[in-house]
Structures are given as C-alpha cells and as structure tokens.
C-alpha cells in the first residue's frame, strides 16, 4: 500500500494537478478537496485487503510447548501470554489450555490479583459456551477448578463473603457433575474422589473468618474521578458553573471565569468523544481505557480476532468491540504503516468517522449509514453556523456538532500537508467500505458514500491538528521522585479545545481511566479571566521566540499572553507584596500603596509568608516520602495566601504551582 500511496502522492504533485488542488485546499472545503484528489488515475489501483495479525493455534501450541520447558515463572507466564494471544478462542481448546495454565503459574508465583482477574476471565468464557471440541465433562471440571483457584485467591486477598458464596456455587457444580456422570453410566465415583474435588469449597464454607492480608482486595485501584466546582453548567455539559463561553473575534470562542475561582478547583471534566492508542503503547496498556498493563495488579486480555492490541478487563474487550474495534480490527495494520503522519492520528480520525458514520446504527437492522455522516459533510449551512454551538444551545461533548464545530485552520494549511491527509481519508474510507461488507450485510456503501465518509475523515484530521489532545500516564521517577508524563494516546475533547492558550496558564489537565481528562486551577483566577490552558510552550522551559515559532508553525497564531506580553522568563523578581485593599502591586520599598494609600506592613507580611514557605518545604518533603495527599492541603493553604499577599510573577509562586501540579499528577492515571 505505501507504494500506491507514494505513486498517488507523486501524480498529485504534478504542476499542472497541484495548481488546481492548491486553489481548492485554500477554500478549506474539504468536501471539494476530496473531490479533486479522487480523480488521480493511481488510486483505481488501491484495492483494501486484510492486513493485521491473526490469530494462530500452531503458534499457540509452540509457545505451550515453550512454557512447559521454562522454570522461572514470570518466562513462563510471558510464554503462556503469548499463547493465550495466539490461540483462537471460537474453534479450539488451545486457548483455555493456554489460559489455565497461566491461572495455576500465577498462583504458583503468588499474583493473586492476577489469578484472580483471569479466573474472572476464565469463567466468562466458559460461560458464552463457544467450545464446539469441548464435551460437558471436560467443561465442568475447568469451570470447578477455575472456581478452586479464584475463591483460594479471594480467601488470600480478604473477600470472604465473596469467596462463600463462590463456594456454594462450587458445591452445585460438584454435585451436578457427580451425577451427570452417573446419569451417563460412566465410572462410579468413590467418596474419597468426590471429597477432593468438594475440599476446596467446604473449606472455605466450614472457616469462621479468613487469615487475610488485606480487606480493600476489590476496587482498590479504582481511581475516583472529581466533581466539578459548585453546580453544572447549564449549558456546558462538562463544565461548572464558575465557568461561561464566550466568543470574540479575537480569541474565538473561549472560556471565562463568572466568579473568582480558588487553586485548586475542579472546572471541567471532559470526556472524549473519540481516542487512540500511540503503537508504542499498544503492548502497554488496555486500548480502551489505557489502563497501564505493567503492574502486578492487572493481566492482558487478548481481542478475539487479532493478537495485537491489549485490554485489562473483559468490560473494556467488549465495550472497546462494539464501539470501533470490530471497525478496524481487520485493517489495524494500515493505520500505523503510514510514517509520513504522527503516531495514532489516522486511527483518532477514523474512529471519529465510525463514531459518526454508525451513530445510533442497530447492525442487524439498518441498511442505510447514519443520517449525520450526510448532515455535516456535504451540507455548507451546517459550516456557517457551527460556532452558534455552546453560545445558542446546549454543548455536549459526546454530541457530533461539537466536534464539527472545533476549528480546522483548513484554509491556512500547507497543500502539500492537506493533499496528505486527502490520501490518508480516501484511503481510511476505502478501509471502512471494505470492513462494512463483512460487519453490515444491508448496507451497500457505494462511491457516494465513500467520498462523503472521506470527506469527514480528512475534516477530523484538520480537527486533530489544531485540536487533538495527549492521553498521558504519569511514571514515577524513583531517583528524583517526580511524576512524569508519558503519552500515552490522544483524543478529541469537544470541551477542553474551547480553552486558548497562554505560556503562563492557570490551568492544568490530567488524565484519567477511559481517557476522561480533569482540568484544574493552578493559580487563583479573578471573575471575569479567560481559562487558559498550555498547548506545550511554558515560559519556565522555552524562551519567547522558540515559542512563538511552534505555535505559529502548528495553530496560526501569534501569542500575546501575559507572559509573552510581559516577556517573563527565569530568573523572576523577588517577592513584590500585594496591598490588601486594592490588589495592586506595591513597589519596593513603598510603605503604602500608590494606588489607593493603603498602608504596608512588610515586616509583617513578610514573617507571614515565611512561615508558610516553611510548610510548603514540608510539603515537598511529604511528597519526596510518596504522601502527595498529606502534601496537597499544605501547597493549597500556602497557594491561597501567595495569592492573597505576593506577585503573581514570583519564584514562590511558580514553585508553589509546580508541586500542585506533581499532587495532581498523582492522583491520575500513573504507572510506577
């Protein structure tokens, strides 16, 4: 395919084809740039085929054989991952052979956590009934020793009451699988044979409490998502009601305080309403939530069509199918052989198509796509009123319109990058034509559909240039005891692109599970301020020209925020005080404020402010000790007094923002 793509490429490149497309792409309609680039003659040859990795049972049977030959148990639980990946769950019994036996070698090595999630997994497998090879026998003594091993882990782990009850359905199967046998006039089973396979239930049944090690064995790495300050937005879905939009034409639309807002408060959190996985990360961590997979407390759960991509749970496989996997699955491959494109970007543009193109669709039924792939694509009136959206009428993150109306700055893109994208969305649109004949038998997607579906592909890739989000975990640094972020994937947040930037912002995001991102005042926002994110440049790391350069070369602006107007940089001034009345900054050496006359009492603020600095230096010994909770009350006490009493622009309250943001970080997602 890159050879097609590459001759495509070069064809369109031709002066004489490049001018007209270089006429059509500074239009910005994007339904007129496909419609030019369709009509090179080299893409009648690109013909869509399956390319991914499918699975295998030799294969899975050689790392079986592999894993039987290894001593060490975390060798052999690699190979049996291999296996349980390899192995097609739908016509064979290599894959509960594979998955039984990483069951019994994390329990061996004491993962009880482990053994338990895939016992979990285990049963729900047994459950769906999809073995044609295996005969009830062989399925009832799987699902009674799968049965022995997770209420042995549950007696270990503390849930006692959990592991009874499990008990009791064990005793049931015990008995139902006595008299089966007998029922089919097979061997006699003597009382002995039937009390060893009853001991591992009535044990558990006949103790009076458990010798646990800990009581929190469930949910204790769920990680709660914060509420927003003060009551919901009325009209902004994700947003608390300190905050409103706004529109100029300056900034464009964008996000104010409507009271003062304190460090610390939670003002939006937003979900996207499509994301992807970086392919670094693909072995990593769960595609659908992005759950890190290296801890001691997870498995990798394979998909059952592909060896490629990870889940943590059976939830997040199944959601993650009937949501966009099933849509790519078969053509996964594709979307990380084009180099010429940031990783994952092709794959969050075409699950943005999917999201739409199959909005509300009931598979088995429909036979026409949905309704809004045509709405928003070959429709110019839906364009002229997109940004009425969230000032005239409720904005909903998970709602299309919001996507349709982030900016593209399609217009200002450079040609050659735009006929790029053109390429890649003619050819995710021939991907999804090719995977719609296997998955929606009524629905017969024609050249018409396909133009519209690129159409849409090649307006979210304009989308995710100017407003795609970074998914990160943070990793701890166990030398400098840092939290440090790692990208992990990216998204679309309908909410959060509503925020413009500043080198100096007063906001931060973080990352949660399911790709939910919070966002969160660092410093104290007065009634009336705009919400300004960072899109990357920050005055502490870059000077003023680097950071005009990126974001003028990446999102066509010019920046002229606070810290580019009043050309912060390191080191900054000494702690200029703040006159209690007025706000206004007092000039050094001042007794009173020249503003409105206030007195300044320096020697008493300045005692004040030191002691608070004391217990900040006690805060970041808290945090060096891995107690960022202990750590949080102290830095926003001492926040909301530097608020009250110094300059923005201090060292004091650059250091003070910083350690916030390294307590945030450790309640988000992380990996250690």
């Known amino acids: 395919m890159n050879s097609y793509f590459d001759t495509a490429y070069r064809s369109a490149t031709e002066r004489k084809f490049f001018e007209k497309f270089v006429d059509q792409s500074k239009s910005g309609n994007a339904n007129k740039v496909i ?197 919901q937005n009325e009209k902004l879905q994700s947003c608390s009601d300190a905050v409103a939009l706004q529109y100029d034409q300056t900034r464009g639309r964008h996000l104010v305080a409507t009271r003062n807002i304190k460090t610390g408060s939670v003002l939006l959190v937003d979900e996207p309403f499509a994301w992807s996985t970086d392919e670094a990360m693909l072995e990593k961590n769960c595609l659908h939530c992005h759950k890190s997979l290296k801890s001691t407390e997870t498995v990798k759960i394979p998909c059952r069509n592909c060896q ?47 999201m739409l193109a199959t909005r509300n669709m009931d598979i088995e039924k429909d036979d026409k796509l949905s309704a809004d792939l045509k709405k928003y694509h070959s429709d110019n009136d839906i364009n002229k009123k997109r940004l009425e959206i969230g000032l005239n009428k409720e904005y909903d993150p998970m709602d299309y319109s919001t996507v349709y109306s982030l900016e593209t700055n399609s217009k200002d893109i450079d040609p050659k990058v735009n006929l790029m994208h053109a390429l890649h969305s003619i050819l995710l649109a021939k991907c999804f034509r090719y995977v719609s004949t296997k998955i929606l038998p009524k629905i017969e997607i024609g050249d018409d559909e396909e133009h519209i579906l690129a159409s849409a592909t090649l307006r979210h890739l304009q989308a995710i240039n100017s407003n795609a989000y970074e998914i990160v975990e943070n990793v701890l640094d166990k030398g ?138 006690i805060a970041i010994q808290n945090m060096l000790d891995g107690n960022h909770m202990a750590a949080l009350p102290i830095l926003l006490h001492h926040a909301e007094l530097l608020d009250k009493t110094i300059s923005d622009y201090s060292m004091e309250a650059v250091r003070t923002q910083q350690a916030l943001i390294q307590c945030f970080n450790s309640v988000g997602c992380t990996s250690k």
Not at 136 to 145: A, F, G, P, S, Y
Request: proline share 3%; with cysteine; aromatic share 10%.
């Open 35 to 231: 419609e030019i680039v369709r009509e090179i003659p080299e893409l009648r040859n690109w013909t869509i085929k399956e390319s991914y990795r499918p699975k295998c049972d030799k294969e899975a049977k050689k790392f079986l054989i592999q894993s039987a030959q290894t001593v060490k148990h975390d060798e052999k639980i690699f190979r049996l991952t291999k296996a349980v990946f390899a192995a097609n769950i739908n016509n064979s019994t290599v894959f509960l052979d594979a998955l039984m036996d990483r069951i019994r070698c994390f329990f061996a090595a004491e993962y009880f956590k482990k053994c338990l999630m895939d016992c979990q997994h285990m049963s729900s497998v047994l459950n769906e009934k999809i073995f044609p090879n295996l005969n009830e026998r062989d399925h009832q003594i799987l699902k009674m020793e799968c049965l022995s091993y997770e209420i042995r882990c549950l007696k270990i782990l503390g849930d006692t009451e959990k592991a009874k009850i499990l008990a009791r359905e064990g005793i049931r199967e015990a008995k139902h699988f006595f008299q089966s046998i007998e029922q089919q006039g097979g061997e006699q089973i003597s009382d002995e044979k039937k009390l060893e396979k009853l001991s591992p239930f009535l044990g558990v049944l006949n103790e009076k409490y458990s010798h646990s090690r800990t009581s929190d064995a469930q949910n204790d790495d769920q990680i709660a998502i914060p509420r927003v300050l003060g009551k």
């Open 308 to 354: 490629t991509v990870n889940y943590c749970s059976e939830e997040c496989r199944i959601e993650s199918w009937e949501k966009y996997h099933r849509w790519e699955c078969t053509v996964f491959d594709y979307f990380y052989s084009m180099k010429e494109i940031q990783s994952s970007r092709l794959l969050l543009a075409y699950r943005a198509t999917v």
């Open 480 to 617: 400098t005891k840092v939290w440090e972020p790692k990208t992990v994937g990216g998204a679309i947040y309908a909410t959060v692109s509503l925020t413009n930037h500043s080198c100096y912002p007063n906001v931060v995001r973080h990352s949660y599970p399911r790709g939910k991102v919070v966002v969160r005042a660092i410093r104290f926002i007065p009634k009336g301020t705009e919400i300004l994110d960072c899109y990357g440049p920050h005055f502490l790391r870059d000077i003023k020209s680097e950071r005009h350069n990126y974001l003028f070369k990446k999102y066509n602006f010019n920046c002229n925020c606070e810290a580019c107007s009043k050309n912060l940089s390191l080191p900054l001034s000494d702690l200029l005080y703040k006159c209690k009345k007025c706000v206004q900054i007092c000039e050094k050496l001042k007794n009173s404020c020249t503003k409105c006359a206030t007195r300044v009492d320096r020697a008493k603020t300045s005692k004040i402010v030191t002691e608070s600095v004391r217990h900040r230096l």
